[in-house]
């Protein structure tokens, strides 16, 4: 799920500085592989775009990494290599692209359900996030294979349906988004109670316009779940693009109560009171 640090990076960009997108991912076009229209990103260029930001010590260092990699013959190195470099760009450049990738690269190797998960999480959870069509395609890509793989080891795997639905749903995947509705809505009819895939369902009948849809997913997870803070936010906002002005002011008054950061109480009693006027 949205974890609630992405959460409450959504909000703070969202109100304090809602024209600008935050600037977490290293954008870039290539020529093949998970195109959305005229545009695509390969992993190579964002790699290379990753080392432009680091020392030349620490390129050296990756270089030896990337070697051992292609020179390794044994899966349980090559795991191991993995997983150095991805701590590297996680740790020390604090760079998610490459993160991500080596984390994915080495739980295809580990081929385990946790790992898989795992990793398909951290693109997914980023793809909630992301505004640009471009790298939504490629981050929805790379969890969607995760997915299907974690899949063919536990199909009965709820979280991973949702997971899966979710890529196509928020992704550019697919010219049917309709693909990831019902994959979300196999599980949540089976079980309402389903936090994660009625949260899903909200963002998506957000996205797609049918607010009214949409308040009635997230007041499942509210109910299910009041510490909820996407949801209460995303609540308050469906309400307001549907001009209930005094729900959506009940509800960023929640929000403002739930939020820890002092700049985004400070944009939500500013919404707050342009509603009130």
């Given at each position: 799920?949205?974890?609630a640090?992405?959460?409450?990076l ?10 600008v ?14 195109s ?22 620490q ?13 390794g013959?044994?899966?349980e ?8 470099l991805?701590r ?33 999480h ?9 505004g640009?069509?471009?790298m939504?395609n ?7 294979v995760?997915?299907d ?10 979280s ?11 992704g ?5 988004p309709?693909?990831?509705i019902m994959?979300i809505r ?7 109670d ?25 007041l499942?997870v ?8 996407d ?5 308050a906002e ?13 509800w960023?008054?929640i929000?403002?109560e739930?939020?820890?950061?002092a ?7 500013k ?7």
């Amino acid at each position: 799920m949205l974890t609630a640090g992405a959460a409450l990076l959504f909000l703070l960009f969202y109100f304090v500085s809602p024209t600008v997108a935050p600037d977490k991912h290293i954008h870039t076009e290539g020529d093949t592989t998970h195109s959305h229209g005229n545009q695509s990103i390969r992993f190579e260029d964002l790699l290379v775009k990753a080392k432009e930001k680091i020392s030349p010590e620490q390129a050296a260092r990756i270089g030896m990494l990337e070697n051992a990699v292609v020179r390794g013959d044994i899966k349980e190195q090559q795991i191991h290599v993995y997983h150095q470099l991805a701590r590297f760009w996680s740790d020390s450049a604090r760079i998610f692209e490459p993160y991500a990738w080596y984390t994915a690269e080495a739980a295809k190797l580990e081929n385990s359900e946790k790992s898989l998960t795992f990793a398909a999480h951290l693109f997914l959870n980023n793809l909630m996030t992301e505004g640009e069509p471009a790298m939504q395609n490629w981050l929805a890509s790379q969890a969607k294979v995760l997915f299907d793989k974690a899949l063919v080891l536990n199909p009965a795997n709820d979280s991973s349906k949702i997971g899966l639905g979710a890529c196509y749903l928020f992704g550019n995947i697919s010219d049917n988004p309709m693909q990831g509705i019902m994959s979300i809505r196999s599980v949540v009819e089976k079980n309402p109670d389903n936090v994660y895939g009625q949260m899903m369902l909200g963002l998506g009948g957000k996205k797609s316009g049918q607010y009214d849809k949409a308040i009635e997913r997230f007041l499942i997870v509210v109910k299910k779940d009041p510490e909820n803070l996407d949801a209460i936010f995303n609540l308050a906002e469906c309400y307001d693009i549907h001009n209930e002005k005094a729900n959506a002011i009940k509800w960023y008054e929640i929000a403002k109560e739930k939020v820890p950061v002092a700049a985004a109480k400070e944009a939500l009693s500013k919404r707050i009171a342009e509603l009130k006027r």
